[in-house]
């Protein structure tokens, strides 16, 4: 049973930082290309970042240079490191996990990120 479990989320303030953590168990993780996504209300689901089992990485525009992506292959897990965040940055964060050959796509349940003073 695959299972990917999005944790760290929380309250914090403009200019703040958190760190996500999502934990993979039921795949062979390295073999995954991994990402982030979230989903404010009243929108659709948006990219934050991606990152291939190699470290290569690519982020949204809106996030460039304030959000990294980084991967624990031997751990399984997946995190994204936030810093100087916005209000705009508030919403729901999910986990990707997404084969790159074999047609398979995973979704975490998300963690909620709120961003206000």
């Known amino acids: 049973q695959v299972q990917l479990v999005e944790s760290g989320g929380g309250l914090v303030q403009p200019g703040g930082s958190l760190r996500l953590s999502c934990a993979a168990s039921?795949?062979?993780?390295?073999?995954?290309?991994m990402g982030w996504y979230r989903q404010a209300p009243g929108k659709q689901r948006e990219l934050v970042a991606t990152?291939?089992?190699?470290?290569?990485?690519n982020y949204a525009d809106s996030v460039k240079g304030r959000f990294t992506a980084a991967r624990d292959n031997a751990k399984n897990t997946l995190f994204l490191q936030m810093i100087s965040l916005k209000p705009e940055d508030t919403a729901v964060y999910y986990c990707?996990?997404?084969?790159?050959?074999?047609?398979?796509?995973?979704w975490g349940q998300g963690t909620q990120v709120t961003v206000s003073s």
């Open positions: 990707n996990g997404r084969h790159p050959t074999l047609a398979r796509d995973y």
């Open positions: 990152i291939t089992s190699g470290g290569s990485t």
């Open positions: 039921g795949i062979i993780f390295r073999s995954y290309i």
